[in-house]
């Protein structure tokens, strides 16, 4: 499985790329995906998204304007948990509101963000600049 990464006029700090490429490295190690995924990092909304959101051919979207790096890491979180949902447990979309598959993404995206924390303790000052 391959994740290549892109920054479509994101203005992230090249500075917290490594913490970028660290979780990355976590999602894989707690939802392992049988599939190739581009993660694009975005300045702008693209079309109906909110702060993210994923695409049929493994494209996920994460909004990064005015987002401290925690709230773009969850974020992204919680649409490789869909990404998951998708293409190893083979479920269908289901609601954007509510429904199983929303509120394990929720729920999923915040504990993966508490354990990063918690085995990164060094770069907690980081993640809320």
Do not use: C
Request: aromatic fraction near 8%.
């Amino acid at each position: 499985m391959k994740v290549t990464v892109k920054h479509i006029k994101s203005k992230i700090d090249k500075r917290n790329y490594n913490i970028i490429d660290k979780f990355i490295h976590f999602l894989q190690e707690q939802y392992s995906l049988n599939n190739d995924v581009v993660i694009n990092f975005v300045g702008e909304r693209i079309g109906k998204m909110t702060t993210g959101s994923r695409r049929k051919d493994s494209n996920i979207f994460v909004l990064t304007k005015k987002r401290i790096i925690r709230d773009i890491l969850r974020t992204l979180a919680h649409e490789w948990v869909h990404e998951y949902q998708m293409n190893v447990l083979n479920r269908e979309r289901g609601p954007d509101i509510g429904g199983e598959n929303e509120d394990m993404a929720n729920a999923e995206a915040g504990a993966l963000m508490k354990k990063f924390e918690k085995r990164n303790p060094d770069i907690e000052e980081k993640m809320y600049e």
